[in-house]
């Protein structure tokens, strides 16, 4: 949900769905707001558009394609149970953050994290998931390093019009990632002031979410998403989060949705 990286995304998933057949696609498009820091990592947060674009049954009912912000996830195994897809994310540099020592960082350089989902779910259905997924990915824009995260979701009605759902998820790094959007060189630190900082490969983060959908009438829906981050190991330690930032973060976010 921050900028740029739309195009890539959108054309993603028209490429994506370009082989199925119109009448098929079950299209629902949302637009909303969302809070969150102004990097990973930081302790300003602002208020940002949101988002999201899903095609499901693409040419099978558990296929999909799905738009969030500048993210983009997919199913596209024609299986009950197993998943098989596309994921995408842009990672904006930090021009922009109202940090000004953070700002004068050369690094981290934008990345476009893309690569693959495995997963299993246990109750496949249009409103009830027990699902364990594993995604991992890796930066095409510049080769800064990959990321591998599991994640266990679940999924349920609450009621006739409510949908819950929670998310537990964490993610290892390579040193190629961290280095790029935790360490500090030498050269930066000389332009921003903070402490030279070597980041290496370990686990970056464990984040605890969810979301909860209210069914206004067969065509509306809202959304209602929340999320807490805790970084760890060297992400924590980074003087871009322990001296300028914090290593608890928040996001909130709601979406008005339209079902075709």
């Given at each position: 949900?921050?900028r740029?990286?739309?195009?890539?995304?959108?054309?993603?998933?028209?490429?994506?769905?370009?082989?199925?057949?119109?009448?098929?696609?079950?299209?629902?498009?949302?637009?909303?707001?969302?809070?969150?820091?102004?990097?990973?990592?930081?302790?300003?947060?602002?208020?940002?558009?949101?988002?999201?674009?899903?095609?499901?049954?693409?040419?099978?009912?558990?296929?999909?394609?799905?738009?969030?912000?500048?993210?983009?996830?997919?199913?596209?195994?024609?299986?009950?149970?197993?998943?098989?897809?596309l994921?995408?994310?842009?990672?904006?540099?930090?021009?922009?953050?109202d940090?000004?020592?953070?700002?004068?960082?050369?690094?981290?350089?934008?990345?476009?994290?893309?690569?693959?989902?495995?997963?299993?779910?246990?109750?496949?259905?249009?409103?009830?998931?027990?699902?364990?997924?594993?995604?991992?990915?890796?930066?095409?824009?510049?080769?800064?390093?990959?990321?591998?995260?599991?994640?266990?979701?679940?999924?349920?009605?609450?009621?006739?019009?409510?949908?819950?759902?929670?998310?537990?998820?964490t993610?290892?790094?390579?040193?190629?990632y961290m280095?790029?959007?935790?360490?500090?060189?030498?050269?930066?630190?000389?332009?921003?002031?903070?402490?030279?900082?070597?980041?290496?490969?370990?686990?970056?983060?464990?984040?605890?979410?969810?979301?909860?959908?209210?069914?206004?009438?067969?065509?509306?829906?809202?959304?209602?998403?929340?999320g807490?981050?805790?970084?760890?190991?060297?992400?924590?330690?980074?003087?871009?989060?322990?001296?300028?930032g914090?290593?608890?973060?928040?996001?909130?976010?709601?979406?008005?949705?339209?079902?075709?």
């Open positions: 949900m921050q740029i990286g739309t195009p890539v995304v959108l054309a993603t998933v028209l490429a994506l769905a370009s082989g199925a057949p119109a009448q098929a696609l079950d299209l629902t498009v949302g637009l909303g707001a969302a809070y969150a820091p102004d990097y990973e990592g930081s302790d300003d947060y602002t208020l940002l558009p949101a988002w999201s674009l899903r095609a499901d049954d693409l040419y099978h009912p558990d296929t999909y394609v799905r738009v969030l912000g500048t993210s983009i996830s997919s199913n596209l195994l024609p299986d009950e149970n197993f998943r098989v897809g994921v995408a994310r842009y990672l904006p540099d930090y021009d922009k953050v940090d000004s020592r953070v700002e004068d960082l050369e690094r981290p350089q934008e990345a476009l994290q893309t690569g693959v989902l495995l997963g299993y779910d246990a109750l496949p259905g249009p409103r009830e998931d027990a699902a364990f997924e594993v995604e991992a990915t890796y930066d095409l824009l510049h080769g800064n390093g990959g990321l591998v995260t599991p994640r266990v979701r679940y999924k349920a009605p609450l009621g006739q019009s409510f949908v819950g759902e929670a998310l537990v998820q993610s290892y790094a390579s040193e190629d280095s790029n959007r935790f360490g500090v060189s030498g050269r930066d630190a000389r332009r921003s002031g903070l402490e030279r900082f070597n980041a290496d490969d370990g686990l970056k983060d464990l984040t605890l979410g969810g979301q909860l959908s209210w069914i206004v009438t067969e065509n509306w829906l809202v959304t209602g998403l929340a807490y981050t805790r970084l760890l190991e060297d992400a924590e330690d980074s003087p871009i989060v322990a001296d300028r914090d290593q608890d973060q928040l996001y909130g976010g709601l979406l008005v949705n339209y079902r075709f």
